[in-house]
């Protein structure tokens, strides 16, 4: 079992910055493929961004180049750093850790960009 906590919501203004954390419990932290997702509402649950156990990662087009995920083993956190950000960026943003064929998610937070 991976118990995941994710930070760093809130409320920005549009072109604003925030940065997400998501701390991953357990000690192989390192081999987890991790994600961000996000749900607006009425929406269905989107990719945000991924970044596997060796570093590579991948985007959604609509967050390429304003977005940026990165990890730390050291400290079991993988984050987000959300740049330009748009009023669509609103939603809750969920953290997932990917174990095959084990998925975990965070509880979620809030980001809201107001216009």
């Known amino acids: 079992q991976v118990q995941l906590v994710e930070s760093g919501g809130g409320l920005v203004q549009a072109g604003g910055s925030l940065r997400l954390s998501c701390v991953a419990s357990?000690?192989?932290?390192?081999?987890?493929?991790m994600g961000w997702y996000r749900q607006a509402p009425g929406k269905q649950r989107e990719l945000v961004a991924r970044?596997?156990?060796?570093?590579?990662?991948n985007y959604a087009y609509s967050v390429k180049g304003r977005f940026t995920i990165s990890r730390d083993n050291a400290k079991n956190t993988v984050y987000l750093q959300m740049n330009s950000l748009k009023p669509e960026d609103t939603a809750v943003y969920y953290c997932?850790?990917?174990?095959?064929?084990?998925?975990?998610w965070g509880q979620g937070t809030q980001v809201t960009v107001s216009s």
């Open positions: 997932n850790a990917q174990i095959p064929p084990y998925a975990y």
């Open positions: 357990g000690s192989r932290f390192s081999i987890y493929a």
């Open positions: 970044i596997t156990s060796g570093g590579i990662t």
